[in-house]
């Protein structure tokens, strides 16, 4: 309601007038048309980076048993159980050393950092949840090992892989607090615009931002509806 507010004053509840006009500045600011298209193709790569690195582990978790295999699945979830400033703040550090702060590079590594659970976990079980049985029978007809896993292997854990594909995708669209520590004031994404306009401007400029925030997001789960379920959820994080 805010973003189509022409007029809002608090403490009232219904803004006085509706109207456009905060649309027309945030689209008319070339910073923030800039920060819309850093997001989106930070997102791409970012997806396309994790899938290379991430699906060969996921295949090698889920066909191959080797010592500590538990300790290093544990490894990604543990990323994700501390506050995240203070693991950034850690990177950084490196990143200072390694000339990264700043760099298109840095935030794209931080990025798939925070990809690594959701593109290991999720494609593993999936995998696991292809027969050998099919795979053998691929491999008596004379496939090799590669026909037989982009003909047979990987179309059927796609639905796995899908998921996480948008998580990735999604969770590299809303990042903030990584992309503004390592990344600002060069890279400036649509969540960390997002910041200043809060800060420097009205009320009602802020949910605009927030909103084509949020569109992507309702309309790439719309479109992958068919695979994110709880089938393929509870597969890939083991519950199965």
């Known amino acids: 309601m805010l973003a189509f507010a022409d007029k809002y004053e608090v403490p009232v509840i219904i803004p006085q007038k509706f109207g456009f006009r905060w649309w027309e500045f945030v689209l008319g600011q070339g910073s923030l048309l800039s920060s819309i298209a850093t997001s989106f193709v930070l997102a791409v790569i970012v997806t396309a980076v994790s899938l290379l690195i991430c699906i060969p582990a996921a295949y090698a978790l889920a066909r191959f048993n080797f010592k500590g295999k538990r300790i290093f699945l544990l490894s ?17 550090i490196l990143f200072y050393r390694l000339n990264l702060m700043g760099t298109f590079v840095g935030v794209v590594i931080i990025h798939v950092l925070n990809s690594m ?3 290991t976990w ?10 050998r049985q099919q795979e053998e029978s691929a491999r008596d007809a004379g496939a090799g090992p590669l026909r037989t896993f ?40 649509m969540p960390v615009e997002l910041y200043g306009v ?4 009205p009320l009602t400029a802020g949910p605009v931002l927030s909103l084509i925030l949020i569109i992507p997001t309702i309309l790439i789960l719309f479109v992958m ?16």
């Open 225 to 240: 509806r068919k695979y994110i379920n709880a089938d393929n959820l509870s597969q890939g994080y083991g519950m199965k």
């Open 122 to 131: 999720i494609p593993s079980g999936a995998f696991r949840g292809v027969y």
């Open 76 to 92: 990604f979830l543990l990323s994700n159980a501390y506050p995240r400033m203070g693991l950034y703040i850690s990177i950084g």
């Open 150 to 189: 982009f003909c047979i292997t990987l179309p059927l854990a796609m639905p796995g892989i899908a998921v996480a594909s948008v998580f990735t995708f999604l969770g590299s669209l809303e990042e903030a607090q990584g992309t503004l520590l390592v990344g600002f004031p060069q890279i400036k994404t």
């Open 117 to 119: 659970m959701f593109m």
């Open 198 to 201: 809060i800060m420097e401007y």
